[in-house]
């Protein structure tokens, strides 16, 4: 698989955690204005695990910037498993 056909396929797997919603915010957010961040900023000691990776979208991730914020404050939308493996992940 291509370079770009794994990035698509990853976004799309990241905002599957929250069906297609900003993680934050809640807003339905169209595939091009979709982004993927680091719960945990790489800036902070964070990794592209799959589990540190949230769906948020332009907004949101402009206004997160590099900051450390809880899973509550970040991540309402996700869905349950998904908060949890968050939680687990970031308790590492």
């Given at each position: 698989m291509g370079r770009r056909k794994k990035k698509k396929s990853?976004?799309?797997?990241?905002?599957?955690?929250s069906n297609g919603l900003c993680a934050k915010c809640g807003k339905t957010v169209?595939?091009?204005?979709?982004?993927?961040?680091?719960?945990?900023?790489?800036y902070h000691g964070?990794?592209?695990?799959?589990?540190?990776?949230i769906p948020l979208c332009k907004a949101c991730n402009r206004a997160k910037g590099s900051r450390l914020m809880t899973?509550?404050?970040c991540c309402t939308y996700l869905d349950s498993d998904s908060i949890k493996e968050l939680k687990n992940?970031?308790?590492?």
């Amino acid at each position: 698989m291509g370079r770009r056909k794994k990035k698509k396929s990853l976004k799309a797997e990241v905002w599957n955690k929250s069906n297609g919603l900003c993680a934050k915010c809640g807003k339905t957010v169209s595939v091009d204005k979709q982004t993927i961040d680091h719960f945990i900023p790489k800036y902070h000691g964070g990794t592209d695990d799959f589990r540190n990776l949230i769906p948020l979208c332009k907004a949101c991730n402009r206004a997160k910037g590099s900051r450390l914020m809880t899973v509550e404050e970040c991540c309402t939308y996700l869905d349950s498993d998904s908060i949890k493996e968050l939680k687990n992940y970031s308790k590492q």
